[in-house]
């Protein structure tokens, strides 16, 4: 007899990182088309073809990149924007899953710059790994192609 396994249920994935800019800099980066174009679901080798972004709660935004040839939209409502300490918004992918979750982003101030926290809740199980791995490289972007020392 084979051991029954249930299935696991949606988890939340935590990403965390220190930028060198202000937490007003960091917190204005997502709201601003020019600025998220750059960073805000880009993959090296991509190419971002759509960046709308309606920078108030209820305003909705639309990021469209092109992998492959292929144009994958990234698209979400903004749930509250407390500048510059905090961003929530629901976020879904139509072209992987209906579904849309809570995505809050805490920009604490330090020193040298600020520490960002990006909690993405309700991720299925089976895509726990690749979100986590996916945000962490969204917020390396953030700081090297955003604040990078030049």
Known sequence: MTPFAPASGPVNVTVTRRLPASAERVFDAWLTPE????????????????????????GEFCLVARRGGVDVAHVGLW??????????????????????????????????????TLLHEGVPAELADRTQAGWAATLERLETTVFAVK
């Open 79 to 116: 749930l509250d924007l407390t500048r510059p300490s905090q961003l929530v918004f629901s976020f879904g992918v139509p072209a992987v899953s209906g579904t849309f979750t809570p995505v809050t982003v805490d920009i604490a101030p330090l020193p040298d710059g600020c520490e960002i």
């Open 35 to 58: 600025s998220a174009r750059q960073w805000l679901f880009a993959t090296p080798g991509g190419q971002m073809v759509r960046a709308e972004i309606e920078p108030r709660i209820g």
